[in-house]
């Protein structure tokens, strides 16, 4: 699979299969995934609970292994490395997004940024991560001050500190309504377009696939379309 000298892939895979358990009992998550994601993309994957989705992102994410079959990030072959070297690529290149945003209680939006911003090797100023999700005024009130939209905004600020590649956000409007859902996702597309970078959306809601370049359809632990989609959607816009 030699993608075209024309475009560049944030990620290919050839065959990934991941078994979970043995014998009778065995969970087969993923299914020979051959997958292709152009860099700077933002994707959407979807897929029902125990499709494959989340396991495939944890595996692009550099936080699961395969069973069989190969990974590549860029031209890098994340399959072939050891444990410390996917410490360092998911340090270096990645950036997550939780439904549940991860933050410390005790620390305040801007602390919690810092918190990346210390191990990062290229790090933005906490402030301008929080001036890239429109929280310049909220640096300073800690996450018990703050509505879940903006709990969210924090996450993502914090996982965009580091100014990865990729950011990888998983369910990151389930635990929102739709005008807060609506302005998350106005967040991810201002950080598609200012930091250039990969993202991808792995979500059960499917009216978010109204605002990606390409949706990925997971069922079975198999891709079962890889979509274009030519009628993007501005995320104020979608339809919830």
């Known amino acids: 699979m030699t993608p075209p000298p024309s475009i560049r892939h944030a990620f290919r895979s050839e065959g990934v299969t991941k078994v979970y358990g043995s014998g009778p009992a065995a969970v087969h998550a993923l299914r020979g995934v051959d997958?292709?994601?152009?860099?700077?993309?933002?994707?959407v994957v979807l897929g029902p609970s125990g499709s494959g989705k989340?396991?495939?992102l944890n595996i692009l994410g550099g936080?699961?292994?395969?069973?069989?079959?190969?990974?590549?990030?860029?031209?890098?072959?994340?399959?072939?490395?050891?444990?410390?070297?996917?410490?360092?690529?998911?340090?270096r290149h990645v950036g997550f997004v939780f439904q549940f945003y991860n933050l410390m209680p005790s620390l305040t939006a801007r602390e919690n940024v810092e918190l990346v911003t210390e191990i990062a090797d290229n790090p933005m100023d906490a402030g301008e991560a929080l001036e890239l999700v429109g929280l310049t005024d909220r640096a300073d009130h800690f996450p018990a001050q703050l509505s879940g939209g903006e709990q969210q905004r924090v996450a993502i600020a914090r996982a965009i500190a580091k100014q990865p590649e990729v950011l990888f956000c998983d369910e990151p409007t389930g635990a929102l309504d739709s005008h807060t859902g609506r302005a998350v996702l106005r967040v991810l597309k201002g950080v598609n377009e200012k930091l250039g970078a990969t993202v991808m959306i792995i979500t059960h809601a499917a009216a978010t696939a109204q605002m990606a370049d390409r949706v990925i359809k997971f069922a079975d632990g198999q891709i079962r379309d890889?979509?274009?989609?030519?009628?993007?959607?501005?995320?104020?816009n979608i339809e919830w």
């Open 226 to 236: 890889n979509i274009v989609n030519t009628s993007k959607v501005l995320p104020e």
């Open 63 to 91: 936080i699961d292994r395969v069973t069989d079959g190969k990974v590549w990030f860029l031209d890098e072959e994340l399959t072939a490395m050891n444990d410390a070297a996917l410490t360092q690529y998911r340090r």
């Open 35 to 43: 997958l292709e994601v152009p860099q700077g993309e933002i994707v």
């Open 54 to 56: 989340s396991t495939m």
